[in-house]
């Protein structure tokens, strides 16, 4: 089922990663390619995206900005097959997921998709470890290993003593840091978040970030993540801008900026699983 | 790919759905009671048809072998008749007609004269028949404590269990019987029927006592109030009925499956219109846990967009809320049974001073009224359910 999985590197620690370049012999791991969407829910049809292409390395942390409706949001669902293009092509690894059966999409999802929202990620009437543990739930196969790598995944994200706490005996960035565990339980090749600090003072925003740096040096998952904070943004390897349904020819970034705070120890060997 | 799906944690399952009927405690209590109260009225019904089709049973167990003759009235009467009306010597008369194998007249007599007839118990009655004949009956009433009847007895008698109660009598005891004393000599088990109320006695004592009630007449005839007739084997009593109507006339015989009929459909209408009736009252409750459970659907639609994000699929959302409902079933069930069994309780330990138990509640009628409850919060969630499967988490998602 690790489609892709196989191919992503393991633990990047090193030089080996850090690069673009060293990766140019592999397909992007996110490669979106001239996607129209457009609603036709009103009177008018309200074009959102018109002609999307971007591509996403893998390993990379790229920041997704852009006006209000610009079409982030739908540009993350589409790559994140929670909505489905009117014309273009998604390609993860470059395989092209557009068409993917429908029956097969929420595994495709469990496996190689993490998402994060800005807010109500979390089930309320389940604890922190209950909603980390919920992708389980859902995959087949998964079950046992499940509790060990919930609990990982929560220790991770600093929330193990909280495991039995629920979302409402949560502070937001608490809650927050809950559902990038979530997001990440199940080793997804992708992580795509959308405003994940939208909700957050400014404090917190930074820790939910440097939580999400952190995992992305470690373990060298992709992270998309829609931002229309500044400070957010700078922590990316690369910022995309969007601005009218389409995404704005880029100019070169500045370095990434290191976490803020010192990092924290994470486990050891949390990712080797393939 | 790998068919068989890992099912979801049971207990994960169960206990998100009653955090989720604990989040809307008002509402969920409410639902609850409304299905509460409709299990408590099934339970309870079905309690009372449950002990009247018991007694019904013992009547056609006792009546189904027999062909009853009793005096043509015209249909009034008929074999649940009393007094004394029908000469016995009618007996050997019967007994020569072809295809039946024995005959033997049977007098009932109110143990009070004045006693009144109540829809809710039966009167104590003086039941006399010939021991020896009676003895041979395929159906018999089973004597708990003491002894039957038998051949040659005088003043002794053979009670059922109401009578035990209400005149706190043991075996040993004398009772006064119309101005007689008897003797107790055995008691009956408890059958929730009419032999509950008997005073049994021998034939012999039966007409003693009768013709002293009845002194004023100047009739020498021994009167009987019915004959219990046998067929030989492989005779239909139907026919044979028919037979003895055209031979002998002023008399009425009652074959036993038309009896049995009679009993068995009064019994089905009865337990039509009471089960009927509670049904509707639990269909009500069920329409409770539709509207609450559509509420909370609705009002979940973004958690259900965000399970389904992380993968569940459309089984996954409908086996979630159809748990809920069927453990607002399950409650509501449990708590109806509850009540219903405490209800009956009072009720029963009340009458049963006088020799009544109005409701039978049998571990059968528990298990089916509450897994019915169960089924029917199930079903109640099944529209429910489907409306959550439909939700699109794109669309719940961009929600505020
Ligand atoms: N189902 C829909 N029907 C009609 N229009 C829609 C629908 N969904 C989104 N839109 C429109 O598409 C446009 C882009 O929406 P989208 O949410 O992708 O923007 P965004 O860039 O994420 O904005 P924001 O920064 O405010 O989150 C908006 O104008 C929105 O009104
Ligand atoms: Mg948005």
Same mark, same amino acid.
């Given at each position: 089922? *690790?489609?892709?999985?196989?191919?992503?590197?393991?633990?990047?620690?090193?030089?080996?990663?850090?690069?673009?370049?060293?990766?140019?012999?592999?397909?992007?791991?996110?490669?979106?390619?001239?996607?129209?969407?457009?609603?036709?829910?009103?009177?008018?049809?309200?074009?959102?995206?018109?002609?999307?292409?971007?591509?996403?390395?893998?390993?990379?942390?790229?920041?997704?900005?852009?006006?209000?409706?610009?079409?982030?949001?739908?540009?993350?669902?589409?790559?994140?097959?929670?909505?489905?293009?009117?014309?273009?092509? +998604? #390609?993860?690894?470059?395989?092209?997921?557009?068409?993917?059966?429908?029956?097969?999409?929420?595994?495709?999802?469990?496996?190689?998709?993490?998402?994060?929202?800005?807010?109500?990620?979390?089930?309320?009437?389940?604890? *922190?470890?209950?909603?980390?543990?919920?992708?389980?739930?859902?995959?087949?196969?998964?079950?046992? *290993?499940?509790?060990?790598?919930?609990?990982?995944?929560?220790?991770?994200?600093?929330?193990?003593?909280?495991?039995?706490?629920?979302?409402?005996?949560?502070?937001?960035?608490?809650?927050?840091?809950?559902?990038?565990?979530?997001?990440?339980?199940?080793? =997804?090749?992708? +992580?795509?978040?959308?405003?994940?600090?939208?909700?957050?003072?400014?404090?917190?925003?930074?820790?939910?970030?440097?939580?999400?740096?952190?995992?992305?040096?470690?373990?060298?998952?992709?992270?998309?993540?829609?931002?229309?904070?500044?400070?957010? *943004?700078?922590?990316?390897?690369?910022?995309?801008?969007?601005?009218?349904? #389409?995404? +704005?020819?880029?100019?070169?970034?500045?370095?990434?900026?290191?976490?803020?705070?010192? =990092?924290? #120890?994470?486990?050891?060997?949390?990712?080797? #699983?393939? | 790919?790998?068919?068989?799906?890992?099912?979801?944690?049971?207990?994960?399952?169960?206990?998100?759905?009653?955090? &989720?009927?604990?989040?809307?405690?008002?509402?969920?209590?409410?639902?609850?009671?409304?299905?509460?109260?409709?299990?408590?009225?099934?339970?309870?019904?079905?309690?009372?048809?449950?002990?009247?089709?018991?007694?019904?049973?013992?009547?056609?167990?006792?009546?189904? $072998?027999?062909?009853?003759?009793?005096?043509?009235?015209?249909?009034?009467?008929?074999?649940?008749?009393?007094?004394?009306?029908?000469?016995?010597?009618?007996?050997?008369?019967?007994?020569?007609?072809?295809?039946?194998?024995?005959?033997?007249?049977?007098?009932?007599?109110?143990?009070?004269?004045?006693?009144?007839? %109540?829809?809710?118990?039966?009167?104590?009655?003086?039941?006399?028949?010939?021991? !020896?004949?009676?003895?041979?009956?395929?159906?018999?009433?089973?004597?708990?404590?003491?002894?039957?009847?038998?051949?040659?007895?005088?003043?002794?008698?053979?009670?059922?269990? &109401? @009578?035990?109660?209400?005149?706190?009598?043991?075996?040993?005891?004398?009772?006064?019987?119309?101005?007689?004393?008897?003797?107790?000599?055995?008691?009956?088990?408890?059958?929730?029927?009419?032999?509950? %109320?008997?005073?049994?006695?021998?034939?012999?004592?039966?007409?003693?006592?009768?013709?002293?009630?009845?002194?004023?007449?100047?009739?020498?005839?021994?009167?009987?109030?019915?004959?219990?007739?046998?067929?030989?084997?492989?005779?239909?009593?139907?026919?044979?009925?028919?037979?003895?109507? $055209?031979?002998?006339?002023?008399?009425?015989?009652?074959?036993?499956?038309?009896?049995?009929?009679?009993?068995?459909?009064?019994?089905?209408?009865?337990?039509?219109? @009471?089960?009927? $009736?509670?049904?509707?009252? @639990?269909?009500?409750?069920?329409?409770?846990?539709? &509207?609450?459970?559509?509420?909370?659907?609705?009002?979940?639609?973004?958690?259900?967009?965000?399970?389904?994000?992380?993968?569940?699929?459309?089984?996954?959302?409908?086996?979630?809320?159809?748990?809920?409902?069927?453990?607002?079933?399950?409650?509501?069930?449990?708590?109806?049974?509850?009540?219903?069994?405490?209800?009956? !309780?009072?009720? &029963?330990?009340?009458?049963?001073?006088?020799?009544?138990?109005?409701?039978?509640?049998?571990?059968?009628?528990?298990?089916?009224?509450?897994?019915?409850?169960?089924?029917?919060?199930?079903?109640?969630?099944?529209?429910?359910?489907?409306?959550?499967?439909?939700?699109?988490?794109?669309?719940?998602?961009?929600?505020?």
């Amino acid at each position: 089922m *690790a489609l892709f999985r196989k191919k992503k590197p393991q633990r990047m620690k090193g030089k080996l990663f850090t690069k673009q370049d060293d990766l140019k012999d592999l397909p992007p791991m996110v490669e979106v390619t001239g996607v129209h969407r457009t609603y036709e829910s009103g009177a008018e049809p309200v074009r959102v995206l018109k002609g999307v292409s971007l591509k996403v390395q893998r390993g990379e942390m790229v920041a997704l900005m852009g006006p209000s409706g610009s079409g982030k949001t739908t540009l993350l669902n589409v790559i994140g097959l929670l909505d489905t293009p009117d014309s273009g092509t +998604v #390609k993860f690894a470059g395989i092209d997921v557009t068409d993917l059966k429908r029956r097969k999409v929420p595994l495709f999802r469990q496996n190689e998709v993490g998402m994060i929202f800005q807010q109500k990620n979390l089930i309320p009437s389940l604890t *922190a470890f209950e909603n980390v543990y919920l992708p389980f739930r859902y995959a087949r196969g998964k079950r046992k *290993a499940g509790r060990e790598q919930a609990r990982e995944a929560l220790r991770l994200v600093g929330m193990l003593e909280r495991e039995n706490h629920l979302p409402n005996q949560l502070s937001g960035g608490e809650q927050q840091r809950v559902a990038v565990a979530r997001a990440l339980v199940l080793s =997804p090749a992708v +992580v795509l978040a959308d405003e994940p600090t939208g909700e957050l003072d400014h404090k917190t925003s930074d820790d939910v970030m440097d939580l999400l740096q952190e995992l992305n040096e470690q373990t060298g998952q992709t992270f998309v993540i829609v931002t229309h904070d500044h400070s957010v *943004a700078d922590r990316a390897d690369r910022v995309l801008n969007m601005d009218d349904g #389409k995404v +704005v020819p880029e100019k070169r970034q500045a370095p990434r900026k290191r976490p803020a705070t010192k =990092p924290r #120890k994470l486990a050891p060997k949390n990712r080797k #699983k393939k | 790919m790998r068919t068989n799906h890992t099912p979801l944690g049971t207990i994960t399952l169960v206990r998100e759905a009653l955090r &989720n009927i604990w989040r809307r405690k008002a509402r969920s209590a409410l639902t609850i009671f409304g299905i509460g109260i409709g299990i408590f009225a099934l339970t309870t019904m079905g309690a009372l048809s449950q002990s009247l089709s018991k007694s019904i049973q013992v009547g056609i167990d006792y009546f189904s $072998s027999r062909i009853l003759v009793t005096k043509d009235s015209g249909g009034f009467g008929g074999p649940f008749a009393v007094g004394p009306q029908l000469p016995s010597s009618i007996t050997d008369r019967i007994e020569v007609i072809d295809g039946v194998d024995r005959a033997y007249p049977t007098l009932s007599l109110l143990a009070e004269p004045d006693a009144e007839f %109540s829809v809710a118990s039966s009167p104590e009655t003086i039941q006399g028949a010939p021991p !020896a004949e009676a003895a041979k009956d395929k159906f018999q009433l089973e004597v708990g404590e003491g002894r039957a009847l038998k051949a040659g007895d005088t003043g002794k008698t053979v009670i059922g269990s &109401n @009578v035990v109660q209400k005149k706190q009598l043991d075996v040993g005891d004398t009772v006064t019987l119309r101005g007689k004393q008897f003797e107790v000599v055995g008691i009956l088990k408890r059958t929730t029927a009419d032999p509950d %109320s008997f005073y049994m006695v021998t034939l012999t004592d039966a007409l003693a006592l009768s013709r002293d009630i009845t002194s004023f007449t100047t009739s020498t005839e021994e009167l009987v109030t019915n004959i219990n007739v046998f067929p030989e084997e492989g005779v239909d009593s139907t026919k044979l009925t028919e037979k003895i109507e $055209s031979t002998i006339s002023g008399v009425d015989g009652t074959p036993p499956d038309q009896l049995k009929k009679t009993l068995e459909d009064a019994s089905a209408v009865f337990n039509l219109i @009471v089960l009927g $009736s509670a049904l509707i009252a @639990v269909l009500v409750g069920s329409l409770s846990v539709i &509207n609450t459970m559509i509420m909370s659907v609705t009002e979940r639609r973004k958690e259900i967009g965000v399970k389904r994000v992380v993968g569940a699929r459309a089984r996954h959302i409908l086996k979630e809320t159809v748990t809920e409902t069927g453990l607002i079933g399950l409650i509501g069930g449990v708590l109806g049974f509850l009540g219903s069994a405490a209800l009956t !309780a009072v009720v &029963n330990a009340i009458t049963k001073q006088q020799g009544l138990e109005l409701f039978l509640l049998t571990p059968e009628l528990a298990v089916m009224s509450i897994g019915f409850a169960v089924v029917l919060g199930v079903l109640a969630g099944l529209y429910p359910a489907w409306r959550a499967t439909r939700i699109k988490p794109v669309k719940v998602l961009r929600e505020e």
